[in-house]
Nanobody, 125 residues
Framework: QVRLVESGGRLVQAGDSLRLSCAAF????????MAWFRQAAGKEREFVAG????????KYADSLKGRFTISRDNAIDTVYLQMNNLKPEDTADYYC??????????????????WGQGTQVTVSS
């Protein structure tokens, strides 16, 4: 059973930086895609960033390019989301997801097989 555990969410002020972590447990395959999504109150869940585990190729939501960076540490099965210059509109629950399909970085949540429980990020103005 695959389990994803996110951490790092907290209350910050506008302009601050924050790094989220997502540790994967129980994987039996080595290649996959991992991604971060977020869901603000009253809104649909949206794609933030993704990474292909084997190649390191990344994809970002256009509106977040330049502020957010996704990275991975293969040795400890962890993916990170570095968020800089945070804005109040970044306030959301952030979720980590993993897909067994390592050939494509989907921006749709239907493209992922397992999800974490989420970590809350609140950005005050």
């Amino acid at each position: 059973q695959v389990r994803l555990v996110e951490s790092g969410g907290r209350l910050v002020q506008a302009g601050d930086s924050l790094r989220l972590s997502c540790a994967a447990f129980g994987r039996t395959w080595r290649n996959n895609a991992m991604a971060w999504f977020r869901q603000a109150a009253g809104k649909e869940r949206e794609f933030v960033a993704g990474v292909l585990w084997s190649s390191g190729n990344t994809k970002y939501a256009d509106s977040l390019k330049g502020r957010f960076t996704i990275s991975r540490d293969n040795a400890i099965d962890t993916v990170y989301l570095q968020m800089n210059n945070l804005k109040p509109e970044d306030t959301a629950d952030y979720y980590c997801a993993i897909s067994k399909d390592w050939t494509v970085l989907s921006i749709a949540d239907s493209g992922y097989d397992y999800w974490g429980q989420g970590t809350q990020v609140t950005v005050s103005s």
